[in-house]
Protein backbone atom coordinates (compact mmCIF):
# COMPACT_ATOMS: atom_id res chain seq x y z
CA UNK A 1 0.00 0.00 0.00
CA UNK A 2 2.69 2.08 0.86
CA UNK A 3 4.41 1.68 -2.42
CA UNK A 4 1.71 2.55 -4.24
CA UNK A 5 1.21 5.53 -2.58
CA UNK A 6 4.65 6.51 -3.37
CA UNK A 7 4.38 5.73 -7.26
CA UNK A 8 0.68 7.97 -6.95
CA UNK A 9 3.26 10.97 -5.88
CA UNK A 10 3.59 12.83 -8.78
CA UNK A 11 7.05 14.19 -7.09
CA UNK A 12 7.91 10.70 -6.29
CA UNK A 13 11.14 9.44 -8.32
CA UNK A 14 9.41 6.21 -9.56
CA UNK A 15 5.78 7.88 -10.87
CA UNK A 16 6.08 6.39 -14.27
CA UNK A 17 6.18 2.64 -12.67
CA UNK A 18 2.84 2.87 -12.30
CA UNK A 19 1.72 3.30 -15.67
CA UNK A 20 3.76 0.44 -16.62
CA UNK A 21 2.21 -2.25 -14.31
CA UNK A 22 -1.70 -0.94 -16.21
CA UNK A 23 -2.84 -3.24 -19.16
CA UNK A 24 -4.74 -1.18 -22.14
CA UNK A 25 -8.11 -2.34 -22.58
CA UNK A 26 -9.13 -1.28 -26.55
CA UNK A 27 -12.33 0.78 -26.60
CA UNK A 28 -14.02 1.09 -29.71
CA UNK A 29 -16.57 4.09 -29.47
CA UNK A 30 -18.75 3.13 -32.72
CA UNK A 31 -19.08 -0.60 -31.66
CA UNK A 32 -20.27 0.94 -28.14
CA UNK A 33 -22.88 3.85 -29.65
CA UNK A 34 -24.67 1.06 -32.00
CA UNK A 35 -26.76 -0.88 -30.91
CA UNK A 36 -27.35 -4.67 -32.12
CA UNK A 37 -28.59 -4.43 -35.88
CA UNK A 38 -32.18 -5.52 -36.17
CA UNK A 39 -32.74 -8.96 -37.51
CA UNK A 40 -33.34 -9.02 -41.03
CA UNK A 41 -31.56 -5.76 -41.76
CA UNK A 42 -27.86 -5.51 -42.54
CA UNK A 43 -25.65 -3.30 -41.79
CA UNK A 44 -25.82 -1.26 -44.63
CA UNK A 45 -28.92 -1.37 -44.75
CA UNK A 46 -28.75 0.13 -40.71
CA UNK A 47 -26.68 2.72 -41.78
CA UNK A 48 -28.98 4.03 -44.33
CA UNK A 49 -32.00 3.86 -42.17
CA UNK A 50 -30.04 6.12 -39.26
CA UNK A 51 -28.87 8.48 -41.71
CA UNK A 52 -32.69 9.14 -42.74
CA UNK A 53 -33.36 9.26 -39.33
CA UNK A 54 -30.94 11.71 -38.42
CA UNK A 55 -32.12 13.89 -41.68
CA UNK A 56 -35.63 13.86 -40.62
CA UNK A 57 -35.52 14.67 -36.90
CA UNK A 58 -32.98 17.84 -38.66
CA UNK A 59 -36.20 18.79 -40.42
CA UNK A 60 -38.05 18.33 -37.46
CA UNK A 61 -36.88 20.96 -35.81
CA UNK A 62 -36.27 23.40 -38.93
CA UNK A 63 -39.89 23.38 -39.24
CA UNK A 64 -40.48 23.67 -35.32
CA UNK A 65 -38.43 26.68 -35.92
CA UNK A 66 -40.61 28.47 -39.31
CA UNK A 67 -43.48 27.66 -36.95
CA UNK A 68 -42.63 29.10 -34.16
CA UNK A 69 -41.70 32.45 -36.53
CA UNK A 70 -44.75 31.61 -38.50
CA UNK A 71 -46.91 32.30 -35.22
CA UNK A 72 -45.12 35.43 -33.99
CA UNK A 73 -45.97 36.74 -37.10
CA UNK A 74 -49.37 35.76 -37.02
CA UNK A 75 -49.98 37.59 -33.48
CA UNK A 76 -48.35 40.74 -34.43
CA UNK A 77 -51.06 40.88 -37.82
CA UNK A 78 -53.88 39.94 -35.14
CA UNK A 79 -52.60 42.66 -32.78
CA UNK A 80 -52.47 45.42 -35.83
CA UNK A 81 -55.58 44.24 -37.05
CA UNK A 82 -57.50 44.34 -33.38
CA UNK A 83 -58.34 40.82 -33.73
CA UNK A 84 -59.09 39.36 -29.62
CA UNK A 85 -58.89 35.44 -28.55
CA UNK A 86 -61.90 35.42 -28.78
CA UNK A 87 -62.30 36.43 -32.37
CA UNK A 88 -60.03 33.75 -32.77
CA UNK A 89 -61.82 30.96 -30.65
CA UNK A 90 -64.64 31.79 -32.80
CA UNK A 91 -63.35 31.49 -36.27
CA UNK A 92 -61.53 27.96 -35.24
CA UNK A 93 -65.11 26.96 -34.14
CA UNK A 94 -66.87 27.69 -37.30
CA UNK A 95 -63.83 25.90 -38.88
CA UNK A 96 -63.75 23.11 -37.20
CA UNK A 97 -68.17 22.80 -37.75
CA UNK A 98 -67.23 23.17 -41.45
CA UNK A 99 -64.58 20.69 -41.39
CA UNK A 100 -67.51 18.26 -39.29
CA UNK A 101 -69.72 19.20 -41.93
CA UNK A 102 -67.85 18.27 -45.24
CA UNK A 103 -66.16 14.95 -43.36
CA UNK A 104 -67.27 12.06 -44.93
CA UNK A 105 -68.35 10.59 -41.56
CA UNK A 106 -71.18 13.25 -41.23
CA UNK A 107 -72.42 13.09 -44.78
CA UNK A 108 -72.40 9.75 -44.82
CA UNK A 109 -74.38 9.78 -40.97
CA UNK A 110 -76.74 12.31 -42.55
CA UNK A 111 -77.13 9.90 -45.62
CA UNK A 112 -78.39 6.74 -42.98
CA UNK A 113 -80.68 9.63 -41.09
CA UNK A 114 -82.29 10.71 -44.59
CA UNK A 115 -83.04 6.99 -45.61
CA UNK A 116 -84.07 6.12 -42.20
CA UNK A 117 -86.69 8.68 -42.06
CA UNK A 118 -87.84 7.78 -45.29
CA UNK A 119 -88.09 4.78 -44.56
CA UNK A 120 -90.37 5.57 -41.18
CA UNK A 121 -92.50 8.10 -43.09
CA UNK A 122 -93.47 5.61 -46.19
CA UNK A 123 -93.59 2.45 -43.40
CA UNK A 124 -97.67 1.22 -42.88
CA UNK A 125 -97.08 1.89 -39.24
CA UNK A 126 -96.46 5.76 -39.76
CA UNK A 127 -99.58 5.93 -42.86
CA UNK A 128 -101.38 4.04 -40.49
CA UNK A 129 -101.05 6.50 -37.44
CA UNK A 130 -101.22 9.44 -39.02
CA UNK A 131 -104.51 8.54 -40.53
CA UNK A 132 -105.58 7.40 -37.06
CA UNK A 133 -104.48 10.76 -36.01
CA UNK A 134 -106.24 12.67 -38.69
CA UNK A 135 -109.71 10.82 -37.78
CA UNK A 136 -109.28 11.51 -34.03
CA UNK A 137 -108.76 15.77 -35.05
CA UNK A 138 -111.75 15.53 -37.15
CA UNK A 139 -114.14 14.07 -34.71
CA UNK A 140 -112.78 16.05 -31.93
CA UNK A 141 -113.63 18.83 -34.16
CA UNK A 142 -117.47 17.64 -34.95
CA UNK A 143 -117.98 17.14 -31.39
CA UNK A 144 -120.72 18.50 -29.61
CA UNK A 145 -118.31 19.35 -26.54
CA UNK A 146 -115.56 20.71 -29.05
CA UNK A 147 -118.38 23.36 -30.52
CA UNK A 148 -119.74 24.33 -27.24
CA UNK A 149 -116.26 24.94 -25.24
CA UNK A 150 -115.59 27.15 -28.93
CA UNK A 151 -118.61 29.20 -28.88
CA UNK A 152 -117.97 29.07 -24.77
CA UNK A 153 -114.81 30.82 -25.34
CA UNK A 154 -116.28 33.12 -27.90
CA UNK A 155 -118.92 34.66 -26.15
CA UNK A 156 -116.08 35.24 -23.09
CA UNK A 157 -113.80 37.63 -25.36
CA UNK A 158 -116.93 39.36 -26.77
CA UNK A 159 -117.74 40.03 -23.31
CA UNK A 160 -114.57 40.97 -22.52
CA UNK A 161 -114.40 43.34 -25.17
CA UNK A 162 -117.46 44.96 -24.95
CA UNK A 163 -116.59 45.57 -20.76
CA UNK A 164 -113.37 46.71 -21.61
CA UNK A 165 -115.18 49.61 -23.89
CA UNK A 166 -117.59 50.23 -21.51
CA UNK A 167 -115.00 50.87 -19.51
CA UNK A 168 -113.28 53.40 -21.51
CA UNK A 169 -116.52 55.27 -22.24
CA UNK A 170 -117.01 55.47 -18.90
CA UNK A 171 -113.26 56.97 -18.57
CA UNK A 172 -113.95 59.50 -21.15
CA UNK A 173 -117.32 60.74 -20.16
CA UNK A 174 -116.00 61.58 -16.55
CA UNK A 175 -113.23 63.29 -18.25
CA UNK A 176 -115.27 65.14 -20.57
CA UNK A 177 -117.46 66.26 -17.34
CA UNK A 178 -114.32 67.89 -15.43
CA UNK A 179 -113.81 69.75 -18.12
CA UNK A 180 -117.00 71.16 -18.88
CA UNK A 181 -116.62 71.71 -14.84
CA UNK A 182 -113.70 73.73 -14.95
CA UNK A 183 -114.93 75.53 -18.25
CA UNK A 184 -118.32 76.62 -16.71
CA UNK A 185 -116.19 77.48 -12.85
CA UNK A 186 -114.34 79.62 -15.05
CA UNK A 187 -116.98 81.47 -17.07
CA UNK A 188 -119.39 81.74 -14.13
CA UNK A 189 -116.95 83.67 -12.14
CA UNK A 190 -117.19 86.94 -13.93
CA UNK A 191 -121.29 86.52 -13.41
CA UNK A 192 -120.52 85.91 -9.95
CA UNK A 193 -118.92 89.45 -9.30
CA UNK A 194 -121.38 91.04 -11.11
CA UNK A 195 -124.52 89.59 -8.58
CA UNK A 196 -125.85 91.90 -6.05
CA UNK A 197 -124.98 89.44 -3.15
CA UNK A 198 -121.23 90.07 -4.17
CA UNK A 199 -121.44 93.89 -4.76
CA UNK A 200 -123.50 94.45 -1.45
CA UNK A 201 -120.18 92.24 -0.07
CA UNK A 202 -117.86 94.81 -1.42
CA UNK A 203 -119.29 97.61 -0.13
CA UNK A 204 -119.28 96.51 3.76
CA UNK A 205 -115.76 95.60 3.19
CA UNK A 206 -115.35 99.01 1.68
CA UNK A 207 -117.47 100.85 4.88
CA UNK A 208 -115.20 99.42 6.88
CA UNK A 209 -111.79 99.94 5.35
CA UNK A 210 -112.76 103.76 5.22
CA UNK A 211 -113.85 103.56 8.93
CA UNK A 212 -110.36 102.31 10.05
CA UNK A 213 -108.22 104.42 7.66
CA UNK A 214 -110.53 107.78 9.28
CA UNK A 215 -109.67 106.40 12.94
CA UNK A 216 -105.88 106.03 12.74
CA UNK A 217 -106.19 108.87 10.83
CA UNK A 218 -107.73 110.81 14.03
CA UNK A 219 -105.57 109.20 16.31
CA UNK A 220 -102.49 110.76 14.53
CA UNK A 221 -103.65 114.30 14.41
CA UNK A 222 -104.26 113.41 18.48
CA UNK A 223 -100.94 112.83 19.16
CA UNK A 224 -99.40 115.85 17.15
CA UNK A 225 -101.53 118.78 17.99
CA UNK A 226 -99.75 121.13 20.13
CA UNK A 227 -102.58 122.14 22.43
CA UNK A 228 -103.65 119.71 25.11
CA UNK A 229 -101.57 117.44 23.62
CA UNK A 230 -101.03 116.31 27.45
CA UNK A 231 -104.18 116.94 29.15
CA UNK A 232 -107.08 115.21 26.62
CA UNK A 233 -106.81 111.35 26.78
CA UNK A 234 -107.03 109.86 23.58
CA UNK A 235 -110.41 109.23 22.37
CA UNK A 236 -111.94 105.21 21.92
CA UNK A 237 -111.98 104.25 18.16
CA UNK A 238 -115.63 103.68 17.44
CA UNK A 239 -116.57 99.99 16.79
CA UNK A 240 -116.93 99.12 13.64
Not at 77 to 87: E, S
Not at 219 to 226: A, M, Q, R, V
Amino acid sequence: MENASQDINLNSPNKGLLADTMTDVPVDSGASARAAAPEGLTLAEEEELRSELAKVEEEIGTLRQVLAAKERHCGELKRKLGLTPLDGLKQNLSKSWHDVQVSNAYVKTSEKLGEWNDKVTQSDLYLSASSTLEDWNEKLTQSEAYKKTQETLSQAGQKTSAALSNVGSVISRKLGDMSSYSIRHSISMPAMRNSATFKSFEDRVGTIKSRMVGSRENSTDGLHSPSGAGDQPPQDNAPF
